[in-house]
């Protein structure tokens, strides 16, 4: 069965910092995976979706990267700002469904 | 282009009751999937759905929960006899065709405060 984990957990870093959040699965039989932002209180937004066969996406400040056979991906934040702060989740497609990781916990502060 | 609009947004019932939680897909999007959400916890695939089809009801608890998705009208999704633990947010995505290529939306979710 698919696993998805995101570490860290949580993550607080001051305005302006470049940061990574990583997010690794198991099975590496994937069709795509997708990253999105969750505010407090509201649905998932879509940021960046990366297809099995390709290596990385980017989206203004965002960049996420995908190493299929070893299992990881990244989602890269540039200049980081107040408003990035929310929680970040990762999902693999695998055939019918989404597995989600349980997210990185973001504050960037002022 | 609406998104994917979920209701109710929040919604309480007392145990036993029944609650009802309704989506209606991005429009186009034949392609609806039901999420929970529980406290602390990730995003939990419940269900899969086509038009008038259920394509993969593998994380749906065997009992009391149900879905549908008519025709026409909204997807449904309907837990009878509602207990605590069913405490959760539920979140509805769309897309507009198997998802193998094309991104997920979701909508705002419903809130289900069981008391």
């Known amino acids: 069965k698919q696993e998805v984990t995101q570490i860290p957990a949580a993550l607080s870093v001051p305005e302006g910092e470049n940061l990574v959040l990583n997010c690794s699965f198991t099975?590496?039989?994937?069709?795509?995976l997708q990253w999105f932002r969750q505010d407090p209180g509201k649905g998932l937004t879509s940021l960046l979706l990366?297809?099995?066969?390709?290596r990385e996406q980017t989206s203004g400040r965002l960049n996420a990267s995908l190493d299929k056979s070893s299992g990881r991906s990244t989602l890269y934040i540039a200049a980081s700002q107040p408003g990035d702060s929310a929680t970040y989740l990762c999902a693999v497609y695998t055939g019918n469904q989404f597995y989600f990781g349980t997210g990185t916990s973001l504050t960037v502060i002022p | 282009n609406a998104g994917v609009m979920q209701n109710p947004r929040h919604l309480v019932r007392r145990r036993g009751q029944e609650a009802r939680l309704r989506c209606s897909p991005m429009k186009g999007h034949s392609h609806v999937y039901w999420y929970r959400q529980l406290p602390e916890e990730g995003l939990k695939f419940m269900v899969y759905?086509?038009?008038?089809?259920?394509?993969?009801e593998s994380g749906m608890p065997k009992e009391r929960f149900s879905a549908e998705f008519p025709k026409e009208g909204p997807s449904i999704l309907r837990i009878q006899q509602v207990v605590r633990g069913d405490s959760a947010a539920y979140f509805c995505a769309s897309s507009l065709m198997e998802i193998s290529g094309n991104t997920i939306y979701f909508g705002e979710g419903s809130w289900l405060t069981v008391v």
């Open positions: 759905l086509q038009k008038e089809n259920i394509i993969d």
């Open positions: 990366i297809q099995s066969s390709q």
């Open positions: 099975d590496s039989a994937i069709y795509n």
